[in-house]
């Protein structure tokens, strides 16, 4: 069972525009999340992250937003640039359970057209 | 610091062969992550260890994967035997203590078992 999912495996936006990418889970024990970023042939990379006691978390181009009450949180990227073409992954931990590991959704393939 | 260091990058082999992964951290984490990527599961945590000792191997297959962490710089995932169903690439990631602390992840190893 899937307890972080990712129900979009690809997303295709223009150049310029605001991409969303969309997460949810179904464990209430999470308490952190995080987005990495995959390019082919490497590992994934951490991108941002949030706490449940916040709703957003802002860095540069890049905002997660949080919704407890719904088990969701997306990414947005604005605007989308040609590098950010990519899989993104949303990961959750149970910090205050003290596990460390991460589960991760499946990953969304963003894809920036010109 | 050369980040996350895996080998070998490409492992090709025959179903029950035994297959050797090996990972050494970035110097000075001390939690390190053995995670698997398929298509089917996306990325799954199989272990992980703290200061050198496994705290959760709940994501381990089968009794045919094991995990060691001889000493802060060295970790191996073995399986023994191999089977087909084991292909995928395997990630090895390592951080600070606390998942606040975010994990860096190697390059992969990509393993092929025929």
């Known amino acids: 069972d899937q307890q972080v999912k990712q129900n979009s495996p690809s997303l295709s936006v223009q150049e310029g525009r605001i991409s969303i990418l969309n997460c949810d889970y179904t464990?209430?024990?999470?308490?952190?999340f995080l987005w990495y970023k995959k390019y082919p042939a490497e590992g994934p990379t951490f991108l941002i992250s949030?706490?449940?006691?916040?709703d957003k978390n802002e860095d540069g181009r890049f905002t997660v937003f949080l919704n407890k009450s719904a088990k969701h949180l997306s990414l947005h990227i604005v605007p989308s640039q040609p590098g950010d073409s990519a899989v993104y992954f949303c990961?959750?931990?149970?910090?205050?359970?003290?596990?460390?590991?991460?589960?991760f959704g499946k990953g969304t393939h963003l894809i920036i057209q010109p | 610091d050369a980040g996350v260091i895996q080998s070998p990058r490409h492992e090709v082999t025959e179903m029950g062969q035994e297959v050797t992964l090996r990972c050494k951290p970035i110097?000075?984490?001390?939690?390190l992550f053995w995670y698997r990527q398929t298509m089917m599961r996306g990325l799954e945590l199989l272990i992980y260890?703290?200061?050198?000792?496994?705290?959760?191997d709940s994501g381990m297959p089968e009794d045919r994967f094991s995990a060691k962490m001889p000493n802060a710089s060295f970790s191996t995932l073995k399986i023994q035997p191999s089977e087909p169903r084991d292909s995928a690439v395997y990630f090895c990631?390592?951080?600070?203590?606390?998942?606040?602390?975010?994990?860096?992840f190697g390059p992969g190893t990509r393993l092929l078992v025929l």
């Open positions: 110097s000075g984490h001390n939690s």
């Open positions: 949030i706490s449940s006691i916040k």
């Open positions: 464990n209430s024990m999470f308490d952190y």
């Open positions: 990961a959750a931990s149970e910090v205050g359970g003290g596990a460390d590991g991460l589960t």
């Open positions: 260890f703290n200061n050198n000792v496994p705290i959760d």
């Open positions: 990631a390592s951080s600070f203590r606390t998942v606040l602390e975010t994990q860096y």
